[in-house]
């Protein structure tokens, strides 16, 4: 029924302004704003809906992965944007915050709002 239908995602935000800013300044996506909500335009024509909802609760699973060719680099130039790691109990992690065991190598972020993100690399 939907195999034709161009379908994109969403997740919630407490605070639109500051998720704009993250998406855009720190990340560098092509963010647009329309009644309120956020697009984020992703490489390869993904749209990812951003939305503010006033009691939000920040999700406890990734909600946007970015696939990249070098963690290490792409780890470092988020940390030079003002970006910290995430560290998980059960999830070994490097002096950077890379997890690099069992499956792609990944490290954990959240936006503003606490929705959590990751960079990772296929190896």
Do not use: C
């Not at 935000?13 to 993250?22: G, N, P």
């Amino acid at each position: 029924m939907f195999g034709t239908t161009k379908a994109y995602s969403g997740f919630a935000v407490d605070d639109i302004e500051k998720a704009k800013r993250f998406y855009h300044e720190t990340l560098g996506l092509d963010v647009s704003e329309e009644y309120g909500l956020l697009r984020l335009r992703l490489a390869g024509g993904t749209t990812v809906l951003v939305y503010p909802k006033a009691d939000h609760t920040p999700a406890t699973f990734t909600v946007l992965n970015f696939p990249v060719d070098d963690i290490d680099a792409a780890v470092e130039e988020l940390g030079r944007r003002g970006v910290t790691f995430e560290r998980y109990p059960g999830m070994d992690a490097d002096e950077k915050g890379v997890h690099r065991s069992g499956g792609p190598y990944i490290a954990w972020f959240t936006d503003p709002a606490g929705n959590v993100l990751s960079v990772l690399q296929e190896h």
